[in-house]
């Protein structure tokens, strides 16, 4: 038996192994410690000090590893367990976990931020002006729980408190006190509260003329889907002074679905705020244009290690023969997780395998 497939589970303390054999029965099993009617593998694997705990059922196994304990020194570990040289499958593509953002809203009125990491969560209630709007909204008659709904607004990048004091300030700029006051009337007046918001196009002039910048972010946020046609317009969006305001428009940018975004999309790669670039490298990566592998490129020196390893997954799905020498540079990265993304794309293109591009474009290329 050997593994061939590694790949990273929500949890940074779980590692899913896929073996090239199946169990003989179809029941999951979850070994803690070491037992002779175990098979041998299972023993050994839980000999290792640094695992906690072993999930096994049908053709792989799910191992726990102590929290403090590093998958880099680990993993070498858990391959002298089986018989046969193990490989990694060159699918295997570990990520940095990413922040996952909700934020709690009763009758349309936001009042609680939830931030999931890997298995790890945090929540911060809105200032008391939220939370206020949100206990005059209620009747005698509401089921609260019932009328609580949490709405995603996506992934962030950062720590934890720089990303919970910019959701803040977008809910800020999309709530002043005069909306929350008409979303608190709109709850009283009425059993049946649907969000409808109300797009409009405006003129650059007209943004531009907007001094405070929640102004600007609200009549970004209120902006219908864009077109090509309002290119420029998204273009001036992404040279604003706020961040929030240019995530936004790179958000846009994506949205074309055109190579006339990449221009715009390359810029933001050169952005001071990480966010900016890491949004921006996400939307390179589905629009799997190469003629963004220039700019991947120099992102395997950017230093933030989120961005390097979404440049080293765009020169996995996209790179060539002129990509090894960057790699070459980042074959021994600091960061473990980009470390092994750039080992694949090194072994994929000095092996002579062919670039297949990102999942989004295979889905995309599948019914051509």
Known sequence: MKIINISPTPSPNTMKFTLSESKVDNKSVTFKEIKDDQPDFINALLGIDEVSSIFYALNFISIDKQPKSDWEKLIPKIKACFENDVTESKSMKQKPLDHHVEVLFFKNIPYQIKVTY???ETRKQLDVRFIDAMMQAQKDTDNVIYLRKWHDFGVRYGSVDDIIATIKEELDALYPNDILHAKVQEALSSDNIIEQKQLKRVSIDTFNNEQDWKTRY???DHYPKPTIEDLPFIINALNDEKP??????????????DKVALEGLHQAMQDSNIQIRRTAGDTLSDLGFKESLEVMHNALDDKSAIVRWRAAMFIYDEGNETSLP????????EAFDVKLQVQQA????????????????QIANRNQ
Do not use: C, P, T
């Not at 960057?326 to 990265?333: A, G, I, M």
């Not at 090194?346 to 474009?361: D, P, T």
């Open 244 to 257: 929030q305001i240019r995530r936004l428009a790179v958000v846009f940018l994506g949205m074309l679905e």
């Open 326 to 333: 960057y790699l070459e540079k980042h074959l021994n990265d």
């Open 346 to 361: 090194y072994e994929r293109i000095k092996n002579g395998e062919a670039a297949v591009g990102s999942v989004w474009k």
């Open 218 to 220: 609200r009549i970004l």
């Open 118 to 120: 890997g298995d790890e």
